[in-house]
């Protein structure tokens, strides 16, 4: 049991909330006052937003009178202003939608696929490196810039990259830093697909984990069924970035010259969070809604090379 005047609640997904109670030394003419002191420990910023907003709204009373137990006077104030923000806070985690981060119509969306000499294999992960880091500290306009590599196949490189624009992904191509990259690599890549691709749903958390579990997928939709099944992966999508705390980014992305080709890039804070995300309710609910829909599917195992998140 906590002390009573450090009361600690569980929100949904594992968020805590902790209150604490800071005696206010006031002048003897005046009534004993409190300081109340919150800390959010959550993964959606929206969520974290919500608490805040609620948690500011409380107004602690004031005695207008001095009295002999300081600490009962506090925790009489306190609590019904405690719980009543308390369940502020709840019905914000309810409500909060999840953390998404649907690009504009404008965005662009790039899947590149390269296959690297195995030889020369380590220089070219470590010139990619340097390149990632360039990217995210000097253009703003690149949203996205993940590697992995196939698990079965470790010269195969799968590059997902999000651009706020074409204009952005124009400006990309002349910085300097990615022309040196292309001419120390352009040796070292044996074969190299570009791909156009379409935004279907792209859910994503604000923050990556140390070790994440990176897996990608590529499915063939029945285009008579593709409605249907982009609702219903869309809605899968959202739920799992809504109440799973290890899913951290599903990325659903289409050809863009023909839609009924679709791409995964799913982000795992680790292998039992990808576990425990395949024994979900709503990912169940989206496989046998889905099975008579999809024609092929690949699933495929990937080592991260890098992953790249503008900062919020």
């Not at 109340?36 to 709204?57: H, K, W």
């Not at 999840?98 to 662009?108: D, E």
Request: charged share 20%; aromatic share 6%.
């Amino acid at each position: 049991m906590q002390p009573a005047d450090c009361l600690v609640s569980q929100a949904a997904g594992g968020n805590s909330l902790q209150h604490q109670v800071i005696p206010h030394k006031a002048p003897a003419h005046c009534g004993v006052g409190a300081v109340a002191q919150f800390s959010i420990g959550t993964d959606n910023p929206v969520v974290d937003s919500r608490i805040m907003q609620a948690f500011r709204s409380i107004h602690l009373p004031r005695r207008r009178s001095c009295d002999q137990n300081p600490r009962r006077t506090q925790m009489m104030m306190t609590t019904r202003a405690f719980m009543a923000g308390m369940g502020a806070a709840v019905l914000g985690l309810c409500t909060a939608p999840p953390v998404l981060a649907q690009t504009s119509t404008r965005s662009l969306i790039r899947w590149a696929e390269l296959d690297i000499d195995p030889a020369q294999l380590a220089s070219f992960k470590a010139a990619a490196q340097a390149l990632k880091e360039a990217v995210l500290r000097t253009e703003p306009g690149v949203a996205v810039y993940h590697a992995v590599s196939e698990a079965d196949n470790p010269g195969r490189i799968h590059v997902l990259e999000m651009y706020d624009d074409a204009e952005v992904y124009q400006a990309h191509l002349q910085q300097p830093h990615f022309r040196d990259f292309r001419a120390t690599t352009d040796k070292m890549v044996t074969g190299r697909l570009l791909h156009d691709v379409v935004a279907v749903r792209l859910g994503a958390k604000a923050r990556l984990s140390a070790s994440p579990l990176v897996r990608i997928a590529k499915l063939e939709i029945d285009p008579a069924q593709l409605q249907a099944y982009e609702a219903a992966v869309s809605e899968e999508i959202d739920d799992s970035i809504r109440l799973e705390p290890g899913v951290l980014t599903i990325y659903a992305v289409a050809s863009a010259d023909r839609r009924s080709q679709l791409r995964f890039f799913e982000i795992y804070a680790d292998e039992a969070a990808y576990r425990q995300h395949l024994e979900s309710p709503h990912f169940k609910k989206y496989v046998e809604t889905t099975k008579p829909m999809i024609a092929s599917r690949r699933l495929f195992e990937t080592r991260p090379l890098f992953l790249g998140l503008r900062q919020r």
